[in-house]
């Protein structure tokens, strides 16, 4: 029988909750269809515009575009206050403070990674807040098609 080895630390690794109801919250947030995303979508289709949801991001693996129009090369990002580090909303939680820091530093990095990847292949990149008034998000994303479809 072979001896136990304990795991050592690894600070990337997420060091686990001390409440586990609000690990439990967190397991269930959406990471698509949630509610602000689904709200930019209803009011874009509402308007006409046809789209992709969960587009995968070319050349990089498990990327994916919340809203994409394919043959506009637009990608349409609403992204969470919380995750994405919003300056008007965050709030970290108290415990694994140093953690949670990390990773939303590194949300913010793979964000400006994405944008850079697809501005590189010549799509246009909007990003929202969840916050942000969608009709104000849709009207922004139904002129810019418009202005590019002629």
């Not at 001896?3 to 947030?29: E, I, K, N």
């Not at 010549?122 to 807040?129: A, K, Q």
Request: proline share 7%.
């Amino acid at each position: 029988m072979p001896d136990y080895q304990p795991r050592t630390f690894d600070p990337g690794r997420h060091p686990g909750t001390s409440d586990r109801a609000l690990s439990l919250r967190m397991s269930r947030l959406r990471r698509r269809d949630n509610g602000p995303e689904l709200a930019l979508r209803r009011l874009l289709h509402a308007s006409g515009l046809r789209y992709r949801v969960a587009w995968p991001v070319p050349g990089q693996r498990r990327r994916t575009i919340d809203i994409a129009f394919t043959r506009l090369h637009l990608a349409v990002f609403v992204d969470g206050c919380f995750w994405h580090g919003c300056p008007q909303h965050l709030h970290l939680p108290r415990t694994n403070a140093a953690w949670w820091v990390r990773k939303i530093e590194t949300n913010r990095a793979r964000d400006a990674d994405v944008t850079a990847q697809l501005g590189s292949l010549g799509w246009t990149v909007m990003r929202f807040w969840e916050h942000e008034d969608p009709s104000a998000a849709a009207a922004t994303v139904r002129t810019w098609v418009t202005e590019h479809r002629a």
